[in-house]
């Protein structure tokens, strides 16, 4: 999992989105991880798998 700053996710955020299609990445403000963005795909599957939906 990759981590970038808050400004520079900011300052670069279509290279945010080509990296978070490929893995996580966490996003720091003020050296501290706030947000993770990941892949919709990612996220269906983490959601279904809560839910109990194996896929």
């Given amino acids: 999992m990759q981590t970038i700053s ?5 300052y670069h955020f279509g ?8 893995e996580p990445v966490t996003v720091e403000k003020h050296g501290r991880a706030v947000v993770v963005v990941l892949a919709v795909e990612e996220y ?7 839910a109990g939906k194996n896929g």
Avoid: G, Y
């Fill in 6 to 10: 808050a400004k520079e996710a900011k």
């Fill in 15 to 22: 290279k945010l989105i080509d990296i978070a299609r490929a």
């Fill in 44 to 50: 269906e599957r983490l959601k279904n798998a809560k």
